[in-house]
């Protein structure tokens, strides 16, 4: 046997209805906030994640699959969505094709991390973004989605938690505060600190190092530090939240592991999840699209992992199935008939069934049982000759004599 590569999985039937569940919440939710959906390829050029999520990043230091295809050109399997969408959307124009610039994607991901609960080399994110728009309020509103999102599916316990990393203006001072309170402890750190300290130090708060994290507990918060218009615009962010009673919360540990964010950043946490919380985490990327080679145009965005929104998804949801009707065949008239009778159903829109391979009444009454049909329909014997059938209430356990031209409107009231 070969077995699926580390890190991947297989959605079977028991699961696949939770994905399915979650997919429709989402799709339903971004549609109502105006959002439209965009596909790009599961492929890119390798240069697209380099430049725009960042050669100091994780992602691109360490977990890309990246390869030399026979044209000789590098290509990615894409580990997030954020640069594919910026590049669609250069590409394409889209601010002058659509009325708003507001788009989402569904789809797998590619990252070479160390598997664990939550933690996959293959998984899946919806991926949300708006370009060229500034006010807080559409932070806010991003926010609200994503936060709805969490409620829509009854997941529960969750938390919200948002933050600003400041401009290209006020950034600096707070990066040069942070090595100066580093001082004499950046030695004690660890080697991914000390690296980072170098490239992006403001993620030495991204660490989880254990020892690491008396010296981090005491560096200077990013917020402190926020020149006055990024200042407002995150008390901004803040009031509308408020306006719509989302509770959030401050973490000034929230700077997140790109390097292209800008002002808010937040994620929402999950209470069940274990060490891989984050149920999805996003912000604002105001310089990205210029720097991946188009207009100058801000970006603000999420993206949530699919996988943790079905493990955090409550016992139960999305199980629920549409009724089934059972279609049962005695002899072979009953055969020729019942195969009729099982296509009129489906083409009503009705869930219809039937043991294709002959088999005895006894065993497709069974099926029917073990299919949890709600409604059988026999079909066969005297009764059809005389133009009846007779319909079985599976719950109900009765029995009875239906007119053959009658079956859809009849079935269609037991399955209610
Ligand atoms: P990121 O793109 O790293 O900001 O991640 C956004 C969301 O995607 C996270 O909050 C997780 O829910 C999810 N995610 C990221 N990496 C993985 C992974 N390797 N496996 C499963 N989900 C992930």
């Given amino acids: ?92 124009s889209l601010e002058h094709a659509l009325p708003a610039a507001k788009l989402y994607s569904m789809g797998p991901m590619f990252r070479y991390e160390r598997p664990q609960k939550g933690r996959y080399r293959q998984f899946h994110q919806l991926d949300v973004e708006v370009f060229g728009l500034q006010d807080p309020a559409v932070d806010a509103e991003v926010i609200d989605l994503a936060w709805s999102l969490i409620e829509s599916l009854g997941i529960p316990q969750a938390e919200l938690v948002i933050n600003s990393v400041g401009c290209a203006n006020c950034r600096p001072q707070f990066q040069e505060a942070l090595l100066k309170a580093l001082g004499d402890d950046l030695p004690k750190l660890c080697a991914d600190c000390q690296r980072r300290a170098q490239t992006n130090p403001l993620r030495i708060y991204d660490c989880k190092v254990p020892a690491d994290q008396p010296i981090i507990d005491r560096l200077p918060h990013s917020v402190d530090y926020l020149c006055e218009s990024c200042a407002t615009h995150f008390a901004g962010v803040k009031a509308h939240l408020d306006t719509w009673e989302i509770p959030w919360k401050v973490s000034h540990r929230l700077v997140r592991g790109l390097d292209y964010y800008t002002r808010t950043t937040f994620e929402v946490l999950g209470q069940t999840l274990g060490a891989q919380n984050a149920l999805l985490g996003g912000g604002r990327y105001d310089g990205l699209v210029k720097s991946l080679g188009g207009p100058d145009r801000t970006g603000i965005g999420f993206a949530a992992g699919m996988e943790r929104l079905v493990l955090a998804l409550p016992e139960g949801r999305g199980e629920e199935s549409a009724p089934k009707v059972f279609v049962v065949a005695v002899g072979d008239d009953g055969r020729q008939e019942a195969l009729k009778i099982l296509r009129e159903l489906r083409r009503a829109g009705l869930s219809a069934h039937m043991e294709l391979e002959a088999r005895s009444m006894k065993s497709q009454m069974k099926r029917a049982d073990r299919v949890s049909a709600r409604a059988a329909v026999i079909v066969g014997g005297d009764e059809l000759s005389r133009g009846e059938l007779t319909l079985r209430d599976m ?16 079935v269609s009231a037991v399955l209610k």
């Fill in 395 to 410: 719950r109900a356990g009765e029995q009875t004599a239906i007119p053959r031209a009658n079956v859809v409107h009849a």
């Fill in 1 to 92: 046997m070969i077995a699926a590569v580390r890190g991947t999985h297989d959605i079977l039937p028991g699961q696949v209805e939770r994905w399915q569940y979650v997919e429709r919440i989402a799709r339903s939710l971004c549609d109502r906030y105006g959002y439209v959906e965009v596909r790009t390829p599961v492929i890119e050029r390798e240069e697209l994640f380099s430049k725009g999520t960042g050669e100091t990043t994780d992602i691109v230091q360490k977990e890309m699959y990246s390869f030399t295809d026979k044209g000789g050109e590098r290509i990615t399997l894409r580990p997030e969505a954020t640069p594919s969408m910026v590049r669609a959307f250069v590409e394409h």
